[in-house]
């Protein structure tokens, strides 16, 4: 074998680790003498393979560091189109939004469809003891209505929980609501009229584009970029281009990329959203769930109430059927209260106490602990299935938090296809163009990563590879 080819295959093949996310940007790489080592090829052919990716712009060297894969470029990628800003208010009018909920009923799919974590991973017995003992201890209140604004001692353990990543909330601000979706849908119904005009991310969770379309609002579509979230510079552009009047926003590890906008890019989303009179809904329902353990700030922590309303729940952390969520009401809190009297008149009673119950018995931080290492690991082992068993040029994202794995397909596979043939085999996942108010995102799909890795979801992962590779002919 020649020296040129040496180091020509070892550049190719280091080139798709690279492409598909086994090297990942900002990883160092094995110095030159360990590479020649582990590949047991001369230090020349190590030198010409770095400088060959480095030209490439793959990798950079740093002085007395040495080599380092570097970030992925800011150009849009194949399959990106909807990360450019979009310049017209669209309403929502996207068909295939209506067949989701025909598939999340679904019992009989391995669930990677779902972003809901696993019941073996939630205090699940803690909680049935806590409703019982609720119901046994005040039957007669736990099974009458309670006030419109939620039971006083769960308010006080939400903005207790506020209080720990530094953001400072008056209880008698927070309204109980039947989970963080009924929050949102609330909060568009008292600040927004049919017609106005809204911001959403691209690509967003499916559920906030419908909840759009039942107030009849028109949407700009602002790009979450893969790693850094929502740019403050591109909010700013449509803000000064059209009159918003709200910005559904999801800074804390965005369904469906997992992404994390930074401190001070909050800062200035919530700057720039005041200075245009427009009011942020913030959906903090991934919130808990960094992998590092380190509880990301809410968009609230940098307004005074005056302009964020914060939205979320315990569906992805304690329970999703006890349909216990709420809002941060700031001075619209008399708005939205008489919004939530009006439309379910309070939240149902026997779940607020039996959680009341459960914070006064358990430390909800020692289960959490546990939630996002599974989650991360996860995350991690659903990946690597993707990029082993899928085929070459799957590309698939690198989430901070949550529970969702966002993957771009080869430019000849359809997500929506692979969507109805994986359903075929048994499997349900997501066809990336339900994200989309304008059903971008064709070759991509959704995976759900909060069911637990077991032999059952590495097969379902494989099949769906398989099947990919098929469609790809």
């Known amino acids: 074998m020649t020296h040129d080819l040496l180091y020509e295959r070892l550049a190719d093949r280091m080139r798709r ?36 990716l480095e030209r490439e712009g793959l990798i950079e060297a740093r002085p007395r560091s040495g080599y380092y894969v570097r970030a992925a470029p800011t150009s849009p990628s194949r399959g990106s189109r909807a990360r450019h800003l979009s310049r017209t208010p669209m309403p929502v009018r996207n068909p295939a939004l209506l067949g989701v909920l025909d598939v999340q009923s679904r ?29 046994r201890r005040d039957p007669q209140t736990a099974l009458s209505y309670t006030v419109p604004q939620g039971l006083p001692q769960l308010r006080e353990r939400i903005a207790e929980r506020y209080a720990q990543c530094g953001t400072e909330i008056d209880p008698d601000e927070v309204i109980i609501t039947a989970g963080a979706m009924e929050a949102i849908s609330l909060t568009l119904r008292t600040v927004t009229r049919p017609g106005d005009i809204v911001i959403l991310e691209t690509p967003t969770y499916h559920g906030l584009l419908q909840a759009v379309a039942a107030h009849g609002l028109r949407v700009l579509e602002l790009p979450n970029h893969p790693g850094r979230g929502i740019d403050p510079a591109q909010l700013r552009e449509l803000l ?14 965005n369904n469906p990329l997992g992404s994390l906008t930074g401190d001070e890019a909050k800062r200035e989303i919530v700057a720039a959203c005041a200075a245009h009179g427009t009011v942020v809904i913030e959906d903090d329902l991934y919130g808990e769930l960094a992998y590092s353990g380190e509880r990301p700030p809410p968009l609230r922590r940098y307004d005074d109430g005056e302009h ?23 001075r619209r809190r008399s708005e939205l209260l008489r919004t939530k009297s009006f439309s379910t008149v309070a939240t149902a009673t026997l779940p607020q106490m039996a959680l009341i119950d459960f914070f006064a018995r358990h430390d909800i931080e020692r289960g959490l602990r546990r939630l996002r290492r599974a989650l991360a690991g996860n995350a991690q082992a659903y990946r690597q299935a993707v990029l082993d068993h899928w085929p070459e040029g799957s590309c698939v994202s690198e989430p901070a938090g949550g529970m969702t794995l966002w993957v771009e397909l080869p430019p000849e596979i359809d997500g929506q296809a692979l969507f109805e043939a994986a359903l075929a085999k048994g499997v349900g996942i997501l066809p990336g163009h339900l994200f ?23 097969s379902a992962l494989r099949t769906v590879g398989e099947v990919a590779k098929r469609l790809q002919g």
Not at 124 to 132: F, G
Not at 316 to 330: D, E, F, H, I, S
Not at 438 to 453: A, E, F, I, M, P
């Open 17 to 52: 680790q690279i492409q598909r996310g086994v090297l990942r940007a900002g990883e160092r790489l094995p110095s030159l003498r360990r590479l020649g080592r582990d590949q047991r090829i001369s230090l020349a052919t190590a030198v010409e393979a770095y400088q060959q």
């Open 107 to 135: 019992r009989d799919l391995v669930p990677l469809h779902t972003a809901t974590p696993a019941s073996s991973l939630l205090p699940t017995a803690a909680l049935a003891a806590s409703v019982a003992r609720a119901m």
């Open 240 to 253: 000064e281009r059209h009159a918003v009047r709200a910005a559904l926003l999801v800074p804390s590890f």
């Open 308 to 330: 964020v309303v914060t939205c979320s729940s315990y569906s992805k952390t304690l329970a999703p059927g006890l349909r216990v969520g709420w809002m941060l009401g700031g």
């Open 436 to 458: 989309s108010n304008r059903g971008d995102y064709t070759h991509h799909v959704r995976l759900g990563c909060g069911h637990v890795w077991d032999k059952t979801t590495e």
